[in-house]
């Protein structure tokens, strides 16, 4: 089935540490994006990126790598300079249709700073 | 910069009444999309119904409606015979041509029976 994988769907970590949140996509799109959503908050662009070997910062960057080596793959690392990483991360998808392209989305992964 | 408002954290209806649930947005480009998600408690977006800037028609999927009042910068969603299931929180979202997509905050709705 074509789709968007996210893993894992929760993840704990302490301090200091890195982590990085996989994204895959199957559904052949070019643009693919990072959201991050806080409780009782809407969803705020982190990173995207339209076309392999490139992506542009969102909304909140800050603290945030990604890269784009394939065109199905769309990796974040939340390094230790995010100050508040505890969150909802939501992965997604789109052909770059414009104004008109609906965006397809992963099941989430949940992070969690201890 | 483009921007989406919800104005109702929460609203409660019915088993079988209608709701609106509320939506403003705010930009200078005259191409854009706007889109209504719906979030369950498990977290994944559901796509529910798209309206562009250019269709005259309001857009209608199933028990979806959009009421769309371009005019007013309005994109209203209408669930017409609500279920148990429609509980969960409802996203209201715009595109512009760039195709990234702004979030509002979102409502809450709670079905009972």
């Known amino acids: 089935d074509g789709g968007i994988t996210q893993s894992p769907k929760y993840l704990f970590r302490k301090e200091g540490q890195n982590v990085t949140l996989s994204c895959e996509q199957n559904?052949?799109?070019?643009?693919m994006y990072w959201y991050r959503q806080d409780p009782g908050q809407g969803l705020r662009l982190i990173y995207y990126?339209?076309?392999?070997?490139?992506?542009q910062k969102g909304d909140i960057a800050e603290g945030y790598s990604v890269s784009r080596e394939k065109k199905e793959s769309f990796p974040l690392t939340v390094t230790s300079a995010q100050k508040n990483p505890t969150a909802f991360y939501l992965c997604a998808s789109s052909t770059l249709a414009g104004a008109s392209g609906e965006l397809f989305f992963g099941e989430g992964s949940r992070l969690t700073v201890l | 910069a483009q921007k989406i408002t919800q104005t109702q954290p929460g609203m409660f209806v019915q088993e079988k009444e209608a709701v609106t649930l509320d939506c403003t947005y705010d930009t200078s480009d005259p191409s854009y999309g706007l889109f209504w998600y719906k979030q369950p408690s498990s977290g994944e977006m559901i796509f529910l119904i798209y309206?562009?800037?250019?269709?005259?028609q309001n857009a209608t999927e199933g028990r979806y409606s959009l009421n769309f009042q371009k005019a007013r910068k309005s994109a209203n969603l209408v669930i017409s015979a609500s279920q148990l299931g429609d509980s969960a929180m409802y996203f209201c979202?715009?595109?512009?041509?760039?195709?990234?997509?702004?979030f509002g905050k979102g409502t809450m709705l709670l079905v009972s029976p």
């Open positions: 979202a715009m595109t512009l041509s760039d195709s990234t997509l702004t």
């Open positions: 559904l052949n799109h070019d643009a």
């Open positions: 990126s339209q076309i392999v070997n490139d992506f």
């Open positions: 309206q562009g800037s250019y269709d005259q």
